[in-house]
């Protein structure tokens, strides 16, 4: 039997035309013109005047977090379950994480966060206060968790009122977005103050390594863009106006990502049809679920699908995982919770139970954009059979 692997990329479409124009061109580093092709294309499907290309999500987060000014002791609201470089970069510019839990989408919980600003905290002269530790609460971070838009009219309208800056970790969501109400039209990330994307290897399209920002805040873009090559002033004499990161993408990178957007919407639809294939082979089936995403008013990208265990089922997480490991189907948990890391076990958390729930209780199954169905069925008989 040949390996399920559990996201690879999907290369089928014009990348190697694309990249062999940039090595042609003998623009291979740092500079050519795929780069700014590659921000245009992804800003004009967005929806937005201007995109920033870096070599990662997380350091698309740090330069966000610079931008929007938070800084040594300030805090940042930050969800205790997702991906540690979500939390990462609060700690690069000195500040510090409150992890809060989240709702049955895996994302952030609005009420959560309007329970954590109301009763432990306290808003004076436009500056939310954390009462416990008097450092000044200055951001969220919102994550759009497996691809699914997290509640974003209630995390506005509470940011709204307690002054927060909304930082939108939408790496995982990159074609998620509102299809009604207030934010119709909008995609993830572009809701919020700044919002960043990630085109690693796993998303749902890839530049090997790379990620993109863009922002509400036409200052702040310019700035990131400023910051991820080195903040250089003055390109011919080399001056440097501030600390500088390098954290540009390559024309290569760019090249990948513009014969990957090509084919984003296909991917997607493959990603609808797969979803809807495991929802119909396992919901419901000796005590399993599949975690819905959130479709009322929005359209999902489907990034990654959640197995959730009851307790009919006669398998604990780990166990099923090594089960279907023995088959040659690569599964994972989701992600451990980020106050449960060594670095952070001293943060504040709040309301947590659910995100522990969770935590235990899924398994991520197989879901490449060109995993055929009959591989699909093969998970499917698999989880059932055990």
């Known amino acids: ?5 559990l996201p690879v990329p999907n290369s089928g479409g014009r990348e190697k035309e694309y990249v062999n124009e940039a090595v042609v061109s003998e623009w ?7 780069v700014g092709g590659f921000e245009q294309a992804v800003a004009d499907y967005v929806g937005m005047p201007r995109a920033v290309a870096c070599n990662s999500g997380t350091s698309g987060l740090h330069l966000a977090l610079l931008c929007a000014g938070v800084g040594a002791g300030d805090e940042v609201i930050a969800p205790a379950l997702t991906f540690i470089a979500a939390v990462n970069p609060i700690r690069y510019v000195g500040a ?3 992890f809060l839990g989240c709702y049955d989408s895996l994302c952030l919980s609005p009420q959560a966060l309007e329970d954590f600003c109301r009763n432990r905290c306290e808003l004076r002269d436009g500056v939310l206060y954390n009462q416990s530790t ?3 609460v200055k951001a969220i971070m919102v994550v759009h968790v497996f691809g699914n838009l997290a509640d974003m009219e209630r995390m506005m309208e509470i940011a709204a009122r307690y002054c927060l800056t909304v930082i939108e970790d939408s790496t995982e969501a990159l074609g998620s977005h509102y299809t009604a109400g207030p934010y119709s039209g909008q995609h993830a990330g572009t809701m919020g103050d700044i919002g960043v994307y990630s085109f690693n290897g796993n998303k749902i399209i890839t530049t090997g390594a790379g990620g993109m920002l863009v922002s509400n805040h036409p200052e702040w873009a310019e700035h990131a863009k400023h910051l991820s090559t ?3 002033s003055d390109e011919l004499q080399f001056f440097h106006d501030e600390v500088g990161y390098n954290y540009r993408m390559t024309n290569l990178q760019a090249a990948l990502g513009l014969a990957q957007l090509e084919q984003l919407e296909g991917f997607i639809a493959h990603k609808h049809r797969l979803y809807s294939h495991y929802h119909a082979a396992l919901h419901g089936k000796r005590g399993l679920r599949l975690l819905p ?9 489907k990034w990654f699908f959640s197995l959730y265990l009851g307790d009919e089922y006669p398998l604990k997480r780990d166990e099923l995982i090594a089960r279907l490991a023995e088959q040659k189907i690569q599964t994972r948990p989701v992600w451990a919770l980020i106050n449960e890391q060594k670095s952070y076990r001293s943060c504040e958390t709040f309301a ?15 879901c490449s954009t060109n995993l055929a169905l009959e591989d699909a069925d093969r998970v499917i008989k698999a989880v059932l059979s055990v």
């Open 28 to 34: 291979v580093s740092t500079g050519g013109s795929k």
């Open 352 to 366: 947590l139970e659910k995100a522990e729930h969770y935590r235990a209780k899924i398994v991520n199954l197989p």
């Open 1 to 5: 039997r040949k390996f399920i692997p």
């Open 230 to 232: 080195q903040a250089k």
């Open 134 to 136: 008097g450092r000044a």
């Open 293 to 301: 995403f959130r479709e009322q008013d929005t359209r999902p990208n």
């Open 96 to 98: 510090q994480p409150v």
